[in-house]
């Protein structure tokens, strides 16, 4: 398996570059990873489809949330219809149904959540994701975060003097607990010590949490993608998310839970944009490298403007996600 790659002798790609027929291969591997060229790109287009379909055994390999680009194709247009009535949530069911965790994980889940979410009126998930080509200080981000989450009402202001004294012997009427998850742990930090010292307006206790912060993501490790794995699917107990542009833990996370987040604008010079963040269209995932293929031109195209239901991303202009 490790030897496939793009370029392999029996790739898609490589049988198209010879000329010969797919169809009649005794299996053949699909390269759909980022860096697929314009012969791998043709796996979306209806023509190779109907040759793949004589194909015994086809082995692909992917990085993306490729999904939307089988919406192109015109042969599986009435079943993924009669499948999904609701192309907006798709990724919501599928990995509702596909995503099944191990005792491990579920264990992990269990634990935080009856420890934090279980006896809470309202469940907020915030998760934060920084990216080296999208520098941001600490501080400017946390400000990024407070200024979206309560201009939207997701987290209520902290009370001035007044207020503060007039609320003193009053009991909350509403329990919020919010969730944070990320990498680091200064942000959850910040928000704890914000409501824990002033308190919020409209009588609402706000409990902060954050199961892990282990300042670097660590792929490769067992451990590390389980906690991974356990905190996406707690996202997916909240009733209000707000997420990073571009995350792919982002999507996972608001996905599950079937919401449209809060997306935090990327920074711009360093700095937070004006709209700290914007309400996504679609609970779908942004596949980052959509083919842009165009199949009867056997050349270039733009595949957010080939059909109704696949558009462009919000957060990620180059890539495309179903809508409704």
């Not at 400017?140 to 309560?150: D, K, M, P, R, V």
Request: hydrophobic share 35%; with cysteine; charged share 20%.
């Amino acid at each position: 398996m490790e030897q496939l790659n793009l370029g392999h002798h029996e790739s898609l790609g490589s049988v198209l570059r010879r000329g010969e027929d797919p169809g009649v291969a005794p299996w053949l591997y699909a390269h759909l990873v980022n860096n697929y060229d314009a012969q791998e790109k043709q796996f979306f287009c209806d023509d190779v489809q109907a040759q793949l379909r004589r194909v015994p055994w086809l082995v692909f390999h992917s990085d993306n949330y490729f999904l939307p680009a089988l919406f192109l194709i015109p042969r599986y247009e009435r079943e993924l219809a009669r499948m999904f009535p609701r192309r907006d949530s798709v990724f919501h069911h599928l990995g509702r149904y596909l995503f099944h965790p191990s005792n491990t994980v579920w264990s992990m889940v269990m634990r935080d959540h009856d420890e934090y979410f279980a006896r809470a009126d309202e469940r907020v998930g915030i998760q934060v994701r920084t990216f080296s080509w999208a520098p941001i200080s600490t501080d400017e981000l946390y400000g990024q975060i407070l200024n979206c989450s309560q201009r939207e009402d997701i987290l209520p202001a902290v009370p001035s003097v007044g207020e503060l004294a007039a609320n003193a012997d009053g009991q909350p009427a509403k329990q919020k607990a919010v969730l944070v998850v990320s990498l680091h742990g200064e942000y959850s930090e910040k928000l704890r010590d914000l409501y824990q010292k002033n308190g919020s307006t409209g009588r609402e206790a706000v409990s902060v949490y954050q199961p892990t912060h282990l300042g670097a993501q660590r792929s490769g490790e067992k451990e590390h993608n389980q906690q991974a794995f356990a905190e996406m699917v707690l996202l997916g107990f909240s009733d209000a998310v707000v997420t990073s542009a571009v995350s792919t833990f982002g999507y996972v996370g608001h996905g599950l839970a079937g919401l449209r987040p809060w997306v935090l604008g990327s920074p711009v010079d360093g700095k937070a944009p004006n709209t700290p963040c914007r309400r996504a269209t679609s609970i779908e995932p942004c596949f980052h490298s959509p083919p842009n293929y165009e199949c009867r031109a056997k050349g270039d195209g733009d595949t957010g403007r080939m059909v109704r239901h696949v558009r462009h991303c919000g957060d990620f202009p180059q890539g495309v996600q179903l809508v409704e």
